[in-house]
């Protein structure tokens, strides 16, 4: 039996029921799903698939509701919902989670309009406040709940909650462009076959021998047979809260291939892939990577690429995070390393397998002083560290490459177009990278300028 869909005044009279039994025996949660996209489709698409996405949220809330919790709508893009019973504040966490995916499972609602695809979701957001904890009538509350609590916005990244994005104004036609596009990635991730792993290879050069190091797992949609630009996509997932889900479908997709990369390339080939500062701090998420990776037997292969697009302070590290990856031989990889937020701390606090040096540090290293002053410190820092390996990023040229044998020669690990574009795995398989050949092909190029 679901929650019972009420009027506010109703839902208001339960939660004073509760305020009246006394604070101890009666906590409970009182939240506030704003739907943030309803005004825009009904802008797009009119008010008939406006009101049947409302509804279809709606239903969706209701099934993870208990029959003594109630959800009433409030304004037409808001609707409040009474959580009853709690028994601890980690209960009311669980239960907004479930709350948010609740909300956010996939949707078939038809518009109108010829060529445009279903809209399949509605962008939300949510608040919450606690009684006893964070007011002790139901007008605060419910006050405390529009205004978003400080504390909720904190944990809004663990629960998941999508940031409101402030973008410039748009014309209508740009709108409905950029919603078809939202409505077309989020077609692609529950379908999964559009979104693929591609790979590009590391290159480890010692002497005068380069082998096949490995290969990093880049995510690549294919929106009606043309690749999107992953700066788009990515930026447009990240503001839709899809990054998790992407990846997860990375993980399948090294699941996948690493048998036949494992043939060609040997059984100790390593591949990584990236995960953000967010989703290496959130328990959960961490978790569910983990199952998988056990699952497929990928340890032994996998590096997680640490992508730090916000400051990530060590101790936010959940331990759930940093066991799990020694109990699982797992290797990490600090990506972006000497540019962003990437944190010195950070090597001192967990044992880091590899870090990945930015291609803003090398491109044209042989002509910038300065650039090589700080790849030399890098250089010293992995050395003194007793890092095990250093990535050499976006390295295009043999005159970078060289450079970078001559003086920094235990940065020996190259990644960039000089080896390799991003590809299908089929295509590294069908054609095994000669590497070495690659380099004799540069050096000779080289020497006859």
Request: include cysteine.
């Amino acid at each position: 039996m679901s929650a019972p869909l009420v009027n506010q005044a109703a839902l208001q009279q339960a939660a004073e029921q509760r305020i009246h039994t006394g604070h101890e025996s009666a906590p409970f949660l009182l939240a506030l799903v704003h739907l943030r996209d309803l005004s825009r489709i009904r802008r797009l698409h009119g008010e008939e698939t406006a009101r049947a996405t409302r509804e279809a949220v709606i239903a969706n809330l209701q099934r993870v509701l208990r029959p003594a919790d109630c959800i009433a709508p409030t304004q037409d893009d808001e609707q409040l919902v009474l959580f009853a019973t709690l028994r601890s504040a980690h209960e009311g966490t669980l239960r907004l989670r479930e709350l948010y995916e609740a909300a956010s499972l996939p949707l078939n609602i038809p518009v109108q309009e010829q060529g445009s695809p279903p809209v399949r979701a509605c962008a939300l957001t949510i608040a919450a406040a606690r009684f006893p904890q964070d007011a002790g009538d139901f007008a605060a509350l419910e006050q405390c709940a529009q205004q978003t609590l400080p504390l909720l916005r904190a944990e809004s990244k663990a629960f998941g909650f999508p940031e409101k994005i402030d973008r410039p104004s748009a014309s209508e036609e740009q709108e409905r462009e950029r919603f078809d596009f939202e409505q077309r990635l989020r077609d692609a991730i529950t379908q999964r076959t559009p979104i693929r792993a591609y790979y590009q290879p590391k290159v480890r050069i010692r002497s005068n021998e380069a082998t096949v190091h490995g290969f990093e797992a880049l995510v690549r949609w294919q929106d009606g047979g043309q690749l999107v630009s992953p700066g788009k996509f990515i930026t447009v997932a990240k503001e839709l809260d899809l990054l998790d889900a992407l990846a997860e479908i990375m993980l399948e997709n090294i699941a996948r291939d690493l048998d036949g990369l494992r043939d060609v390339y040997g059984e100790d080939i390593r591949v990584s892939y990236n995960l953000s500062a967010a989703q290496v701090t959130d328990h959960d998420f961490i978790r569910r990577q983990t199952r998988t990776i056990r699952q497929h037997d990928l340890a032994r292969n996998l590096i997680i690429e640490i992508t730090e697009d916000q400051y990530l302070p060590p101790e936010s590290l959940p331990p759930s995070f940093q066991p799990g990856v020694e109990s699982d031989h797992l290797r990490i990889a600090m990506d972006d390393f000497g540019t962003g937020f990437s944190s010195l701390a950070m090597l001192a606090r967990i044992n880091i397998d590899e870090i990945k040096i930015d291609r803003a540090l090398v491109q044209d290293i042989h002509l910038k002083k300065n650039h090589q002053h700080i790849l030399n410190a890098i250089d010293a820092i992995v050395t003194r560290l007793e890092i095990p390996h250093a990535v050499v990023e976006g390295v295009e040229t043999y005159d970078e490459l060289k450079y970078l044998r001559e003086h920094v020669p235990r940065l020996d690990i190259i990644q960039g177009f000089l080896f390799g574009h991003p590809e299908p795995v089929w295509h590294w398989l069908q054609h095994p990278l000669d590497a070495q050949a690659i380099l004799a092909k540069q050096a000779d190029a080289s020497s006859s300028r």
